[in-house]
């Protein structure tokens, strides 16, 4: 059966650190990979998307980035981290096409400071 | 760019009641997931559906997509039930990720 993964589950950085949230998919291949956060009192928000390895796509400029070195491992990154950041940050995955469901990693709670 | 409201925002029942929620969007989709976030912030899905009816358990939901609505009934609520729910909306790009829009969410408290 597929799983996702993600982690760390929860960190506090200062303003200006770097950032690296880490999501990887088992079970299958060649999956769609997404980046979201979740901000307080907001509804989820697309931030990055990829359809294979090295495929990137940005919905929202901002100092985040995102990297897809394997086919199954999506990392979203920050050089340095900003006060609005902290948020919730979801890795989830889909099969492209109409009729497949998402499916969602546990989260990362991250608080900059 | 595909607006998606919820509504309540917020809503607290007694064990037992029955539970409505809805999800109306601006824009034809393709389908549309109903999902459960947990406190701890876990989501899951619960249905996708893209005409009609899907039951599971406890938890129905109905679409109906001449109107651009959509809800999620809960039948004999209980306080396991507790969580937010979100509606999102797909629209199927057919050149590459699919296009999902969130509702912000409703909280749902059922109180014993």
């Known amino acids: 059966s597929q799983t996702i993964h993600q982690w760390p589950a929860t960190l506090v950085q200062p303003v200006g650190s770097p950032l690296s949230l880490e999501c990887t998919v088992e079970?299958?291949?060649?999956?769609?990979l997404y980046w979201y956060r979740q901000a307080a009192g907001r509804g989820l928000q697309l931030l990055f998307y990829?359809?294979?390895?090295?495929?990137i796509s940005s919905e929202v400029p901002q100092n985040l980035s995102a990297s897809r070195p394997q086919d199954r491992q999506f990392i979203l990154s920050s050089k340095k981290l900003l006060l609005s950041d902290s948020g919730f940050y979801l890795c989830?995955?889909?099969?492209?096409?109409?009729?497949?469901?998402?499916?969602f990693g546990e989260g990362s709670w991250l608080t900059v400071v | 760019k595909n607006e998606v409201e919820q509504s309540p925002q917020n809503l607290t029942a007694q064990e037992g009641e029955f539970i409505t929620i809805n999800c109306s969007y601006s824009?034809?989709?393709?389908?549309l997931h109903w999902l459960q976030q947990h406190p701890g912030g876990g989501i899951v899905s619960l249905f996708m559906?893209?005409?009609g009816k899907k039951k599971h358990g406890r938890l129905i939901a109905t679409i109906n997509i001449q109107e651009k609505h959509s809800s999620l009934h809960i039948t004999a609520s209980h306080p396991r039930d507790s969580a937010v729910y979100i509606c999102?909306?797909?629209?199927?790009?057919?050149?590459?990720?699919?296009?999902?829009?969130f509702g912000k969410g409703t909280h749902l408290i059922i109180q014993p």
């Open positions: 989830a995955w889909s099969r492209l096409g109409l009729g497949n469901t998402i499916y």
């Open positions: 079970g299958t291949s060649n999956p769609n």
């Open positions: 990829s359809v294979g390895i090295g495929q």
């Open positions: 824009v034809g989709i393709s389908a």
């Open positions: 559906l893209s005409s």
């Open positions: 999102a909306v797909l629209v199927y790009s057919g050149g590459g990720a699919d296009g999902l829009t």
